[in-house]
Structures are given as C-alpha cells and as structure tokens.
C-alpha cells in the first residue's frame, strides 16, 4: 500500500485548497477511502469518507458544508477540497485506506491558515 498526499499549503482564512492523494499497491476500486487531519498538539481527527463506488461522502460536523471529498478511480486518486478555511483547519492531512480513517496513512501534506 502507498499512498502519496499532495496540494497542501497556506492560505488566508477563507481560502480554498484541493488535496489529492495517489494510492497504489492496492485495489484502490475495491475500498472505501477517508481523510484524516492532526492539529499541532491536538489528536488524529477523522474528516471524510467516501465509498469506493465515489457514493455516500460523509463529513465530520466543523467540515460539512466546507469541504468535499471525491475520488477518481480510473486513476486511483482521491481528493479533499477545502473551502472557506478557518484557523482551525491547519494541520497535516492524510489519506487512509478504509472507511474509519485508522488504516494505512500516507507522509501527509501540511494545511496552515493564518493571516
């Protein structure tokens, strides 16, 4: 299983980003896939999921509605698109095999808001 996160950076509060995560090793078709997030200081936090079929996205509460998880699977890829950032959206986020975000993890890639 390898899974590569990319698309983080820093952005103003309000701000918008697309992360993408490139799996391979696996049959990515076949699993559900999750987004999970770690604040400085603060737990792993579980954000997203979405079946493997790309059905029933399902969001943690501070996020829905801000933020969209969606996945190609002709490419193996799954994203994370985050709108109207707030400050409490900076954090290392990771990609993870499966649907309650505490299988395999990517290196992650580095979300920071601030003004």
């Known amino acids: 299983v390898h899974l590569m996160e990319s698309g983080g950076g820093t952005v103003q509060p309000g701000g918008s980003l697309t992360l993408s995560c490139a799996a391979s090793?696996?049959?990515?078709?076949?699993?559900?896939m999750s987004w999970v997030r770690q604040a400085p200081g603060k737990p792993l936090e579980w954000v997203a999921r979405?079946?493997?079929?790309?059905?029933?996205?399902t969001y943690e509460d501070s996020v829905k509605g801000r933020f969209t998880i969606s996945r190609d699977n002709a490419n193996g890829t799954l994203y994370l698109h985050l709108t109207d950032l707030k400050s409490d959206g900076t954090g290392m986020y990771y990609c993870?095999?499966?649907?309650?975000?505490?299988?395999?993890r990517g290196q992650g890639t580095q979300v920071t808001v601030t003004s």
């Open positions: 993870v095999k499966g649907s309650n975000g505490k299988g395999k």
């Open positions: 090793g696996f049959t990515f078709v076949a699993y559900w």
């Open positions: 979405i079946s493997n079929a790309g059905q029933f996205p």
